[in-house]
């Protein structure tokens, strides 16, 4: 069984930083690709930023400059840092994995992080 569990979120003022850690347990799961999505109140869940076992970066416009995502592939465990914080930024923040288990394609989320930017 694969468990996703994100940590980090909190309060934070206009202008400030968190980091953001998205820990991944499971026997024999091997992560292909690390992602973060958000959900503000009233809206549709969006992605903020992707890794894959290539390392190679994708993020979403509104993340370029201001948020880097990583992966500690040794501890199965990610990371989103945001800098530059905006009020816009207030959501939920998940992690969603990729990976295998053995010959099987697996997929599982997190619950999430709340992350709330307010002065």
């Known amino acids: 069984q694969v468990r996703v569990v994100e940590s980090g979120g909190g309060l934070v003022q206009p202008g400030g930083s968190l980091r953001l850690s998205c820990a991944v347990s499971?026997?024999?799961?091997?992560?292909?690709?690390m992602n973060w999505h958000r959900q503000a109140p009233g809206k549709q869940r969006e992605l903020v930023a992707g890794i894959t076992n290539g390392g190679y970066p994708d993020y979403a416009d509104f993340a370029k400059g201001r948020f880097t995502i990583s992966r500690d592939s040794g501890k199965n465990t990610g990371y989103l840092e945001m800098s530059n914080l905006k009020p816009e930024d207030t959501a939920d923040y998940f992690c969603?994995?990729?990976?295998?288990?053995?010959?099987?394609?697996?997929?599982?989320w997190g619950r999430g992080t709340q992350v709330a930017v307010s002065s």
């Open positions: 969603h994995v990729e990976g295998t288990v053995g010959n099987a394609m697996v997929d599982c």
């Open positions: 499971a026997s024999r799961f091997s992560v292909y690709a």
